[in-house]
């Protein structure tokens, strides 16, 4: 009976012609696996493999110096400041360019600054790069971010050109109007300080061939930290203050994009803040669950459980905003922002009678920055314009338009900047916004909220 059995299945194997195919069968079979696989890979450009070259050309390290410059910012562990790079260079440059080109080019350790949080919660941990490094990763992220910026999801709006908060604001706002009155609020618990280091080179490996570049980001990643003098190893996370870390975190979260598009959800990421907008409680208690479950399996990363939750938009602060309820949904400073941009101005005229010079120049500055932030409340101009997304309404709800983000705030010289022109025998005089020193400077931040929220009052009443 075996004997029947063993030589029936020699039969069958010899007449199944697709159990091994050969030839041309079997490079097409090998063809069509190879095709289902890379269906869902991201876009390669056309040629990958000498980033390094368009990395150290004149034009592309000329801007990289300019952006380092620009931005100043502390010293490393070398103690060399911004002001001395450029005579550095203008010495070592041809040998760190070798070095580049070779493959042989080894960061230094970064240096490790703890500032605290806004909202108390602890402190942020920063590390510092010397300032070489700095511009070698800004030269490499100029490269890389032109590739890699078409291919990143439209609802990704942290740390790209060309999009700022308000436009992740104006699309949460457009969510809700379309319906969507429950948001799960997610936030990733040390976010900076978790990445796995394998998977994100894999996932850089997937869009980049030059060996060298991937070793060097390999070796930026692996710098170390220096605190008290001692050199502790990087296992994981991307260190927060170099120009390249932005860039790889919108790597890293580029795949939980994909998987909400994938899901068919209605989103706003900005950074690690990730907002998904539902309508109703129960869909999002669902969508909670499932995506923190893949965030935690797939991606390797840790949802913050005290910061997120499924609640309404009314209750939940996004990027310093919140929204009203009620058939017009507008936007609104969040309390929590109202409030620490009062103790902002209570630490700078805590203690002082009169206002000095130094106080007023500081409470400027805050002031023209809570302008500059908060300004699409402030105007309707804009609307139309291609950079805006523009009002919505539906299901009888209705949007306030959006301003222009790229285009300056109008009236910015005349309320919200350090100087403020007057004519006086037909000419300017410039004049600081704090120019009467009988007042306190709390009093002038009272009535910089008092200016931002009375169009909020003043244009119902006008439009009625």
């Not at 919660?121 to 070489?132: D, E, H």
């Not at 409030?339 to 009169?354: S, Y």
Request: with cysteine; charged share 30%; aromatic share 6%.
């Amino acid at each position: 009976m075996n004997l029947e059995s063993d030589k029936r299945l020699n039969i069958q194997l010899r007449l199944d012609f697709s159990s091994a195919p050969t030839g041309e069968a079997r490079q097409a079979l090998r063809e069509d696996i190879e095709s289902l696989s890379v269906v869902y890979e991201p876009e390669r450009p056309a040629n990958t493999s000498r980033i390094m070259e368009e990395v150290c050309e004149r034009a592309n390290l000329k801007e990289a110096l300019r952006q380092v410059r620009s931005n100043k910012g502390s010293a490393g562990i070398d103690r060399m400041t911004v002001d001395q790079l450029g005579d550095y260079l203008k010495q070592h440059w041809p040998s760190i360019r070798e070095q580049l080109l070779n493959g042989t080019y080894e960061p230094k350790p970064v240096r490790r600054v703890e500032i605290p949080k806004p909202d108390g919660g602890g402190v942020r941990k920063l590390g510092i790069p010397t300032v070489l490094d700095r511009f070698i990763q800004q030269a490499v992220m100029q490269v890389l971010q032109r590739q890699w910026n078409p291919t990143f999801s439209q609802y990704s709006y942290r740390f790209r050109p060309r999009r700022s908060a308000h436009h992740a604001v104006a699309q949460a706002q457009q969510y809700i109007a379309q319906g969507h009155g429950w948001v799960i609020d997610l936030d990733l618990e040390k976010f900076f300080d978790r990445v796995n280091h394998d998977k994100l080179m894999g996932q850089i490996a997937k869009r980049v061939e030059d060996k060298r570049l991937l070793k060097l980001i390999r070796a930026v990643l692996n710098a170390g930290v220096m605190e008290n003098g001692l050199v502790s190893p990087s296992v994981e996370g991307t260190p927060q203050g170099g120009p390249l870390s932005p860039l790889l975190s919108n790597l890293v979260l580029d795949e939980l994009d994909r998987e909400l598009e994938r899901r068919g959800h209605r989103f706003v990421r900005y950074a690690d803040d990730c907002n998904i907008y539902v309508r109703s409680e129960r869909a999002g208690q669902r969508v909670m669950e499932s995506i923190s479950r893949f965030i935690t399996q797939k991606l390797k990363l840790k949802v913050n459980e005290a910061k997120s939750a499924v609640a309404r938009p009314q209750e939940r602060k996004f990027l310093g905003f919140s929204f009203t309820a009620g058939p017009d949904i507008k936007r609104t400073i969040a309390p929590k922002s109202r409030e620490r941009f009062k103790q902002r101005i209570r630490d700078i005229t805590k203690g002082q009678g009169r206002q000095h010079q130094d106080d007023n120049g500081r409470t400027g500055h805050l002031y023209a920055g809570l302008a500059r932030l908060f300004r699409l409340l402030r105007n309707a101009r804009g609307a139309d314009s291609p950079h805006s997304l523009g009002p919505t309404a539906t299901a009888g709800r209705s949007v306030a338009p959006m301003e222009n983000p790229t285009a300056p705030p109008r009236g910015t010289h005349r309320k919200w900047g350090l100087r403020v022109g007057c004519k006086e025998h037909g000419r300017q005089r410039p004049r600081s916004v704090v120019s009467r020193p009988q007042q306190s400077s709390l009093y002038w931040a009272l009535k910089c909220i008092l200016q931002i929220a009375r169009p909020a009052i003043l244009v119902p009443i006008v439009l009625a």
